[in-house]
């Protein structure tokens, strides 16, 4: 059956095209129940599908005898969500107790339109067998489909489609000669209207809280209800604490008028009271507005996009100094106390432009982990849960569940957020175990950062090749024969994904062939397969303390793969001859065959390198890639390229318990610069030639400039200390660096390096066809990529296909010549790097709190990075470790604070605190707080009467070593 419609419109240039849409109604479409005998002439049975057998995503059917109890439906029934429910409610849905659900098409393609992380969901349950959810075809079915009538809105229409569908599926059942059971569908609806107009129709409505509240053998799931308020009755009682946020129609009109900026609202870590919006695009004079005070962040949360109005100017303020937690419900005066403290007496030239959050345009949230604060209200359900990220707020949440959640890690969703409720309403959603274990932790941190992390499903694994796997004859033809080259790979000690080795060799004509080999990954993953496509999305793998979250399968990132010594292995190969002073006379690219003759560390490389008696070929041609490494490294730095610190930390790792037993900064050696130059070289001679062949869609990677404010604090600091950085350019500054040096400070160039990382941008990919700026500021160079970390980085793998086809080594397909669609693989990059890096930071943060936790009270020298109005910041360099140092506690006398916001330093009582001024501190985890136990730091010298703690005499601050920090490069 063809059901047409017919209508014309005018088109851009001005002509007239007549449209015809055809829609077509079927009469073989089964209802999803097995024994259904008005189907069964049709092919229906278990498992039958939605448009018939065989339809991929209808789901495995129907059970024949559904088992849910509700006193309010006592007989066996069906459920038929609407849209609003599956959005919602998709944390219920999702639980096993819930089965038996028809989900209509209706509803899943309104679903897809309306949210696509709820959608994949729904998806995933409906091809889940033992949840049994069905998706009917409804509009595609000759009784069920219906025209949209003049005057009706689609938002009706599909509601009156819904109610049809279900008041079709209760006819049928009924005419079904096998329903003994007096099978019933029910409809499950938080749309007043929806459900007033399916009574009225003769069916049987409830809303999601009636049903689930009425399912008997399942109380648990009450606790997993979203809490959705009707927006006409969202203030029913209260004072109003926040004012009401804009339509977004008017917010659009501002936004276009100019009175309004659209940015991403950034909420403070070390602030709860306080907040940046970045802003989008270049048109923005100001690109960053500083937020302060709860009701000028007005319900904002961390990540959302948010509309904001610029204060007037005499209303603009300096960003706080002051160290703000917010630790639960405070009284009224309290909360005015706590907003008095932002307002730092300032001049003029250090205030920000300074506005107010108007309108949400995108909430961005998410799932968070975190812990509940039990209500001190005997049997109360309304707690407050606290998320383990400090940038996000309090939300309150009901359980009947409390004393048995109260010391573990759980999932909480917000739901809303009223104009009278200091925090989000939200609803729990599961359980991840206990507080403190160190798989739940490590849960934890990998789901707060939304690094994809479960085992790779049999769809990805199928991909892989069939073991045993083998290097054929016609491999050998298609490929550069370099088993015979002397090549050793130089990595960190027990590494097992070994993406690059290298080889050098002096040529008859005096001159020098060095080879960059690159595991070749994409030969192993083909574009548009369910391994690439999950390799996409993983974007990068994690490196955590205790383990690895690989991109790519096992398989190919430890085996296959890896460059190991001895066994032969294709790669994807660089290859210049150069002079001995480094200057490249030649390049070629070609994929190879190797055989790799050492898999080195870092340290047997130095050894080789500096042990006179070694003279086999892998030692010579170490030997000679330091000397080129060090030429290179000189070559760059004239031109301009930063060398930075960031302090780096490396656990011992108890072979038993798990548990960290020793932590200390990482050292470096030549070897790491030998590497390191020979990638860098290789990213560049890639990046050219890509870009070369490609100019549209070559993948790059570009590190922008700082703009001139991110520096204010480097300037200072070099400044308390008589020193002057240059910032106008990377050459001036990395000058400049090199030239700070105090006499008697040997530790101060260190610090400075580490703060100027500090004042640099992120370096993200993007594609070529998207942007003119190109330069890489860290590097000092004019274009860059990623080639040599195809294991590990996704980025890398598209690299190599783009270079594979620049060589005629492999063919070109559609999406990787797509700009727009290369731009967006890059923006999900840029996402999954940050996030890792997030990541491991926050597992190095886990693993010194476990070691910690048994050493009491420790004694170090540290060295003040920041300094706030209320705190230092201390950088202890034996650990790699950061903590704050508070001047003022809650019910304790407060010592005298004078904060100078020009310099930067602190006076406290008498005594100043500068930037990098050497103090000793005692360490010691402070578990007091399940939830954020952290390390707490306490001033031990210099002596300040009612602040310092006692010296622990038995460690001296002069029998304390001074560790060399690793040299970064931003690469």
């Known amino acids: 059956m063809l059901k047409s419609k017919t209508f014309v419109k005018k088109t851009r240039s001005g002509g007239v095209l007549k449209v015809v849409r055809e829609h077509y109604l079927r009469d073989d479409i089964v209802c999803g129940w097995g024994p259904c005998g008005e189907c069964g002439a049709r092919g229906a049975g278990p498992g039958a599908q939605g448009v018939g057998p065989g339809d991929p995503g209808a789901g495995p059917g129907l059970s024949p005898l559904p088992h849910a109890t509700s006193h309010l439906c006592p007989q066996p029934h069906y459920v038929v969500p609407d849209t609003n429910v599956v959005l919602h409610q998709i944390d219920i849905l999702e639980d096993p107790a819930l089965q038996n659900i028809v989900i209509l098409q209706t509803v899943l393609q309104e679903v897809r339109h309306r949210s696509a992380p709820v959608y994949k969901r729904i998806k995933d349950v409906i091809n889940n067998p033992e949840k049994h959810f069905y998706t009917f075809t409804n509009e595609h079915h000759k009784d069920t489909y219906i025209e949209q009538e003049q005057g009706e809105s689609a938002n009706d229409r599909n509601d009156r489609a ?385 383990k690895r979250i690989d991109m790519v399968p096992e398989l190919l990132s430890s085996n296959l793969c890896s460059l190991r010594s001895n066994v032969e292995r294709f790669a994807f190969s660089c290859v210049w001859e150069m002079s001995q002073n480094a200057e490249i006379l030649h390049t070629m690219f070609t994929k190879s065959v190797i055989d790799s003759k050492a898999s080195l560390t870092y340290a047997e490389a130095q050894m080789r390198i500096d042990d006179e008696s070694m003279n086999d070929e892998i030692t010579k041609g170490l030997r000679r890639l330091n000397k080129l490494a060090k030429v290179l490294k000189k070559k760059r730095i004239d031109n301009g390229a930063l060398t930075l610190s960031s302090p780096e930390v490396r656990f011992h790792i108890d072979s038993e318990t798990h548990d960290p037993i020793d932590l200390q900064t990482k050292e470096l050696k030549e070897t790491n610069s030998l590497v390191e130059e020979f990638m860098l070289l290789a990213n560049i001679s890639v990046a050219q030639k890509i870009y070369q062949e490609f100019s549209e869609c070559a993948l790059l990677r570009k590190h922008p400039a700082p703009p001139p404010s991110n520096y204010d604090i480097l300037v200072k600091a070099a400044k308390s200390k008589n020193l002057e950085i240059r910032t106008d350019s990377a050459k001036a500054l990395a000058d400049s660096l090199d030239k700070s040096e105090v006499p008697g400070a040997p530790y101060l160039n260190t610090l400075l390096r580490i703060l100027t990382t500090r004042c640099m941008m992120q370096a993200v990919y993007f594609c070529s066809g998207m942007d003119t700026d190109f330069h890489h500021f860290g590097l000092a160079s004019p274009i860059y990529t990623h080639f040599t970390s195809p294991i590990r980085r996704y980025s890398d793998v598209i690299v190599h296909r783009l270079l594979a086809v620049a060589i005629n080594a492999d063919s070109t397909y559609p999406d990787i010549m797509d700009k727009h669609k290369q731009q967006a693989l890059c923006n999900n990059l840029n996402y999954r790097h940050k996030m890792a890096q997030y990541s491991q930071r926050a597992s190095v943060a886990f693993h010194t709190q476990l070691f910690f936790k048994n050493k009491g009270f420790v004694d170090e020298v540290g060295y003040i990075l920041f300094v706030k109005k209320n705190a230092i910041v201390v950088l202890i360099p034996k650990f790699g470790l950061e903590g704050t140092v508070f001047f003022e506690e809650k019910g304790k006398q407060s010592p005298k604070l004078h904060y100078n916001e020009e310099i930067p330093s602190l006076t406290v009582e008498g005594t100043t605190f500068n930037m990098f001024d050497k103090v000793t501190v005692t360490i010691t985890l402070d578990a007091s707080n399940m939830q954020h136990q952290k390390i707490r730091m306490a001033l031990v010298e210099p002596v300040i009467p009612g602040v310092s703690v006692p010296k622990n005499s038995s460690l001296q601050s002069k029998d304390i070593e001074e560790p060399e920090v690793k040299k970064t490069k931003l690469s």
């Not at 707690?383 to 999932?411: G, V, Y």
């Not at 085992?455 to 298609?478: G, H, N, R, Y």
């Open 162 to 546: 819904i109610r049809i569908a279900v008041k079709w599926y209760n006819e049928h059942l009924k005419k079904s000669q096998n329903n003994t059971l007096q099978l019933q569908v029910i409809l499950i609806t938080n749309d007043r209207k929806n459900k007033e107009r399916a009574v009225e129709d003769g069916l049987v409505a409830f809303t999601c809280d009636e049903y689930i509240k009425s399912l008997t053998g399942n109380p648990e799931l009450v606790d997993r209800l979203a809490c959705i308020s009707d927006a006409s009755n969202e203030i029913e009682c209260g004072r109003l604490i926040f004012a009401e946020h804009l339509p977004l129609s008017r917010v659009q009109q501002g936004i276009k008028s100019g009175r309004y900026l659209q940015g991403t609202f950034r909420a403070n870590r070390d602030n709860y009271l306080e907040a940046t919006v970045w802003i989008h695009g270049e048109e923005g004079e100001n690109k960053e507005i500083l937020i302060q005070g709860l009701k000028n962040l007005n319900r904002a949360v961390h990540e959302d996009v948010v509309a904001v109005e610029l204060l007037a100017k005499e209303m603009w303020v300096a960003p706080s100094a002051v160290v703000l937690q917010d630790e639960g419900q405070v009284e009224d005066d309290e909360e005015d106390e706590k907003e008095g403290l932002l307002r730092n007496v300032t001049t003029r030239k250090f205030s920000k432009p300074t506005g107010k959050v108007v309108g949400v345009i995108k909430r961005n949230w998410r799932s968070y982990c975190g812990m509940i604060s039990k209500s001190q209200i005997k049997e109360a359900v309304r707690h407050l849960f606290t998320p383990a990220d400090r940038r996000i707020p309090r939300i309150r949440i009901e359980t009947r569940q409390s004393s048995a959640l109260e010391k573990q890690r759980i999932i909480v969703v917000i739901d809303g957020w009223p104009r009278n409720s200091r925090y989000p309403n939200g609803h729990f959603v599961r359980s991840l175990g206990n507080a403190g274990d160190k798989e739940t932790e490590t849960e934890v941190l990998l789901l707060e950062h939304d690094v994809p992390h479960q085992p790779f499903s049999q769809a990805v694994l199928s991909f892989l090749p069939k073991m045993p796997w083998l290097i054929t004859e016609q491999d050998m033809k298609e490929r550069m024969d370099l088993r015979h080259l002397h090549i050793c790979s130089v990595d960190p000690p027990g590494c097992t994904d070994i993406d690059d080795a290298l080889h050098c060799r002096e040529l008859e004509n005096g001159n020098l062939e060095v080879g960059v080999h690159i595991a070749d990954v994409s030969h192993f993953i083909r574009p548009g397969n369910a391994l690439d496509q999950e390799s996409a999305n993983r974007g990068t793998t994690v490196y955590l303390c205790e």
